[in-house]
T-cell receptor, first 114, second 116 residues
């Protein structure tokens, strides 16, 4: 069984479009995250949610809006896509928002903006 | 602010030889340290972590890492490399005095190539 799943795996779209990436975890974890990995493999946290509530919002343009309908899901909606948004986006989860719990990552969504 | 440095973009090792992937960190307080591995087209997988206690931490797939506070390092090691260990390795740190939310700062990654 897949612990953390993301859809779609690949997403190719044009500048200015709006798109969403979905994430689901079946681990019963309380905390979920979104990360962005750029072309140089640099990985940076974007958001962190605990029990459907936002607890971290790093310096991310407000075109990015996470939504957590329940604690098993954390979706990422991106408005007015730009070329610089091209990256691999990873969803992750952990049992709780404390550092003693490791994070489990999804397989990633490769977003290409043309 | 917390930061992590992985000084080597790539490490090449022959199969059967010991391997070391280097990581140094900077935090204002005591660190929590992690190693993750990323195989091609896959998400990151947790390998091991240092929270407190014994400086030598053992993890998955025969990997271990040694926490060295004086050198602010947390190098990943394995006594005998396998070709299947070839992947991208990330070191990550969290400051014990950091804000809420379990925010990890990742290093830039080191590609490990194990040749037969």
């Amino acid at each position: 069984d897949t612990a953390v799943s993301q859809t779609p795996k690949y997403l190719v779209t044009q500048m200015g479009n709006d798109k969403s990436i979905k994430c689901e975890q079946n681990l019963g974890h309380d905390t979920m995250y979104w990360y962005k990995q750029d072309s140089k493999k640099f990985l940076k946290i974007m958001f962190s949610y605990n029990n459907k509530e936002l607890i971290i919002n790093e310096t991310v343009p407000n075109r990015f809006s996470p939504k957590s309908p329940d604690k098993a899901h954390l979706n990422l909606h991106i408005n007015s896509l730009e070329l610089g948004d091209s990256a691999v986006y990873f969803c992750a989860s952990s049992q709780a928002p404390t550092v003693t719990y490791e994070q489990y990552f999804g397989p990633g969504t490769r977003l290409t903006v043309t | 602010a917390q930061s992590v440095a992985q000084p080597e973009d790539q490490v090449n090792v022959a199969e059967g030889n010991p391997l070391t992937v280097k990581c140094t960190y900077s935090v204002s307080g005591n660190p929590y340290l992690f190693w993750y591995v990323q195989y091609p087209n896959r998400g990151l997988q947790f390998l091991l972590k240092y929270i407190t206690g014994d400086n030598l931490v053992k993890g998955s797939y025969g990997f271990e890492a040694e926490f060295n506070k004086s050198q602010t390092s947390f190098h990943l090691k394995k006594p005998s490399a396998l070709v299947s260990d070839s992947a991208l390795y990330f070191c990550a740190v969290r400051d014990i005095n950091g804000n809420a939310g379990n925010m990890l700062t990742f290093g830039g990654g080191t590609r490990l190539m194990v040749k037969p």
